[in-house]
């Protein structure tokens, strides 16, 4: 029984799949137009040393850090229903109301 022919179909079968896999997954790796006038844009260029920004978004909010190396440092905390979620160590309580914040 000659046993290299239907393994070269397969070969040749996986190698086709996958090409047409990567030809279809990589286009969608790119936002659309309308995805990308939509994306939120910053303006931090007066954004002193060592100071902070809050960007509110949806369901989340952003912190800009500008430390005094002039570098920046952004965080993305989720933010719903008044409460900052954040982890526990022990996965409890995922939400963590913050005290700036009024009480429901």
């Not at 279809?24 to 939120?40: I, M």
């Not at 430390?67 to 905390?77: A, I, K, L, T, W």
Request: net charge positive; glycine share 4%; hydrophobic share 45%.
């Amino acid at each position: 029984m000659n046993i290299r022919g239907p393994r070269k179909r397969m070969l040749v079968i996986g190698v086709a799949g996958l090409v047409v896999a990567i030809v279809l997954f990589v286009p969608t790796l790119n936002p659309d137009e309308k995805a990308r006038l939509a994306r939120a844009r910053i303006d931090v260029s007066e954004l002193p040393p060592g100071a902070f920004f809050e960007e509110k978004l949806q369901s989340s909010r952003v912190f800009i850090l500008r430390n005094f190396d002039r570098q920046f440092h952004v965080f993305v905390v989720p933010y719903r229903e008044g409460a900052y979620w954040l982890l526990e160590f022990d996965w409890s309580r995922p939400a963590v109301p913050c005290a700036s914040t009024p009480s429901r």
